[in-house]
């Protein structure tokens, strides 16, 4: 913050400087001959041989500085001339000059920039003012021909004030604009806002899309048409705090060229151990075993039939739906022999009633390959397969799973 000077001004003025009255009343230090002191509020600061010396001293120091500053300034105490005090040593004129210099503050009709009341910086003029807070947002500005301004505001109430200001308090413009960014790590007193908008053409990802063909084998794919990106228009705005994104969002998009899926088969046909052949269902399981008869549905027998039994001949293979994990491979109870594989999404498949068992707890196995043979184990009557589909926990209806 800078200091705030109330400056006085003399009453009378002679050869264009402000002096007081005093410097009239020749009488009050006897003819202009005699030793004359130049008084800042008051308080003899230098004596000098006459009056028409102090004077003079005053006027050119007034002019030099309003020619350095290319602007008209005065003092902000009572400078005035009168009688030396007796016994007073005389100054040279620059040890006058010096002295005056060091005891009194001058000023100019300059302005002041306000962030809510509080002043930042002083300048000498409105004008450069008003410049000042221009260059500052300039200089937060991306350096993107791409980008247009949409708006540049400021987030505090900023003002600037036609007021007297010390010379010793002006800055330049490149000098303000520090001030208002904050220096030496301290926050930047005055925030800028900027609002830009970007229009550019961007890539349309093209999504792949697969599709089953029955004609090809297990785990072989095939692109039937390659994806081509489409291309859109689109405009965005962001946001920009001192510089800094904050925000940004897609206000419109208009579509120039449609993508185009990319297609690729993927086989179904399995080729089992027993070498027969069967094709994966959409749910990418297959068939378990040779043989299609179902002598007793999902649900069957009051409901509480938790799988789907396909009848078979003892020593028919049973192989996996699908690949996966085999959790557990050995007598469990009224399922006889029993085989239950973890494919993985929280989905199981259940074997049981087997004749024989190929496969041991953590062996991992493909689809189609052979882990048991049909037989009629546990509570069973006669050889079939009984096959549950258990997902999240839950047997489900198989069928829709295999078919």
Known sequence: MQQDHSPKRSMLIIGGVVVSAAIFMAAAFGMSGDPAAILVDGQQVAAVKDE????????????????????????????????????????????????????????????????????????????????????????????????????????????VQPTAVCVDDLLDLNEAKLAMKGQDGSPAPITVITVLEKTKTEDVPYETVYKTDRSLRYGQTQVKQAGVNGSR?????????????????????????????????????????????????????????????????????????????????????????????VVAAGYNGSYGNDILIDHGGNVKTRYSHLQTICVEAGDSVDIGEQIGTEGSTGNSTGSHLHFEVIVSGDRVNPLPYIK
């Open 52 to 159: 028409k010396t102090a004077a003079s001293i005053i006027d050119n120091y007034l002019t030099e500085q309003s020619t350095a500053l290319q602007a008209e300034v005065f003092f902000a105490e009572d400078v005035t001339v009168s009688a030396a005090a007796p016994g007073s040593d005389k100054l040279s004129r620059r040890q006058a000059l010096e002295a005056l210099d060091e005891a009194s503050t001058l000023m100019l009709d300059g302005a002041v920039i306000l962030a809510d009341g509080q002043t930042i910086a002083s300048l000498n003029s409105e004008d450069t003012a008003k410049k000042a807070l221009e260059y500052l947002k300039l200089s937060y500005l991306p350096e993107d021909s791409t980008l247009q301004v949409i708006d540049a505001k400021f987030a505090e109430d900023v003002t």
């Open 233 to 325: 228009e689109v405009t965005i705005q962001l946001v920009q705090t001192n510089g800094v994104e904050t925000a940004r969002q897609e206000i419109s998009s208009n579509p120039l060229v449609a993508a185009v899926d990319e297609i690729i088969l993927e086989g179904a046909m399995v080729q089992t151990a027993s070498r027969s052949t069967t094709y994966m269902s959409d749910s990418g399981m297959i068939w378990p075993t040779t043989t299609t008869r179902i002598s007793s549905y999902y649900g069957e027998r009051g409901g509480g039939h938790s799988g789907l039994d396909i009848d078979g001949e003892f020593g028919d293979p049973v192989w996996a739906a699908k690949a996966g994990t």
